[in-house]
């Protein structure tokens, strides 16, 4: 089984409420019923709002969400059926072949098929560095960051997506996406983000580890976040 991350960019004469209706609804059970293992649709919608100034646009303009598709096959011939059903409900789309790491799954408030997840997902493109190898950086996300990513947030998943290969013409480069649930009071409480409510001390050490961690393996100038509600269809 193969994962496939779309962005998702809707008409700008489509109101964000019934992009995001259409496909929780129509779209989701049209792709339900090609065969798809699994659908997930991440959406900047009303919902996340409050969230807007956590919103870094660094490559304009930003992706109106991203839906993730678990197929048999990402080929060419068997996902075009897909591709066809989500250009038709799109203004652009952005498809990528990755390869899925689960840092930590969402067992603290699991998901209900079809409705919103607790709190908000925030998802993050990167682009490795030109600095680093592909090797080092890899490294440097995967086995270092990881950690200080889990120990210094109120992150309750986190999904860690290898970009193997880009999927759509004129898609672009993207070497990794990251999808990271927080609880609703992250949205505008920095404490709450960096899991140090009402302890100021703690939020600024958890806040110097985490930009260190991160100046390590991103250039802050080339990296896209994008506040979203999370549906699992």
């Not at 049209?30 to 996340?48: C, I, M, Y």
């Not at 689960?102 to 408030?109: K, Y």
């Not at 990271?180 to 050490?205: H, L, V």
Request: proline content about 7%; hydrophobic content about 45%; aromatic content about 8%.
């Amino acid at each position: 089984m193969e994962k496939v991350i779309y962005l998702l960019w809707r008409d700008s004469q489509v109101s964000p409420d019934t992009f995001a209706h259409r496909l929780r609804s129509e779209v989701a059970g049209q792709l339900q019923a090609l065969g798809t293992r699994g659908v997930q649709l991440n959406l900047a919608d009303a919902d996340v709002q409050p969230a807007a100034g956590l919103r870094q646009e660094n490559n304009r303009p930003l992706p109106d969400g991203s839906l993730s598709l678990w197929l048999d096959s990402a080929n060419g011939p068997a996902r075009r059926p897909f591709d066809n059903l989500i250009s038709a409900a799109t203004a652009r789309l952005a498809a990528y072949l990755v390869c899925e790491s689960v840092a930590i799954a969402n067992t603290r408030f699991p998901a209900t098929p079809g409705e919103r997840t607790h709190g908000f997902a925030q998802l993050a493109l990167l682009t490795r560095p030109p600095r680093l190898t592909p090797e080092a950086w890899l490294d440097i996300w995967r086995n270092h960051h990881t950690t200080v990513a889990v120990d210094t947030q109120a992150n309750f998943q986190y999904v860690q997506n290898l970009v193997v290969s880009a999927l759509t013409h004129g898609a672009p480069r993207i070497d990794a996406i990251v999808e990271e649930c927080f609880p609703p009071a992250a949205m505008t409480d920095p404490m709450a983000f960096f899991d140090a409510a009402g302890d100021e001390a703690k939020f600024q050490r958890n806040l110097a580890a985490m930009m260190d961690s991160c100046s390590r393996f991103i250039d802050f100038d080339k990296i896209d976040v994008l506040p979203t509600s999370q549906y699992c269809l």
